[in-house]
């Protein structure tokens, strides 16, 4: 999509802090962090949000939620405890239109963040 942020991050048109990348998903730090670690899960694909999927993108969820734990151990938010968020639409606060898991935590390293 052309006017899509998160398209153009993934073609390297705006850059990004990318924590973990493969043929399927990129995950990159969140410019505006709500917690000490803060990481969107983001697929290649551009389908707008879970309100979007079905059967067929059953493989690719699969792998982003398998992502979403690699990446957690990766940024050693895995034992300290972390939330994995998804907003689906505007009126849920979706502010990017293109489907992202949003990984949260830190807070037991940096107390003064608020969870
Ligand atoms: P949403 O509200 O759509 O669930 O979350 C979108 C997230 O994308 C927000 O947390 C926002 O800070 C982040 N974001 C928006 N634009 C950019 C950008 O250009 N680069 C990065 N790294 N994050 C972005
Ligand atoms: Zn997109």
């Not at 998804?86 to 949003?102: I, P, T």
Request: hydrophobic residues 45%.
């Amino acid at each position: 999509m052309d006017d899509c942020i998160f398209c153009k991050i993934i073609k390297g048109e705006i850059p990004s802090k990318k924590v973990f990348e493969d043929k399927d998903i990129v995950a990159f730090n969140d410019i505006n962090p709500k917690a000490p670690v803060h990481v969107l899960v983001v697929p290649k694909k551009h389908i707008e949000s879970l309100a979007n999927v079905d059967a067929a993108n059953k493989d690719l969820l699969g792998k982003l939620l398998i992502a979403v734990s690699e990446i957690a151990r990766k940024t050693n938010v895995d034992k300290s405890g972390y939330k994995v968020v998804a907003n689906n639409g505007e009126g849920a606060g979706q502010l990017v239109l293109h489907l992202h898991f949003h990984i949260l935590g830190g807070w037991m390293s940096k107390p003064h963040w608020q969870v």
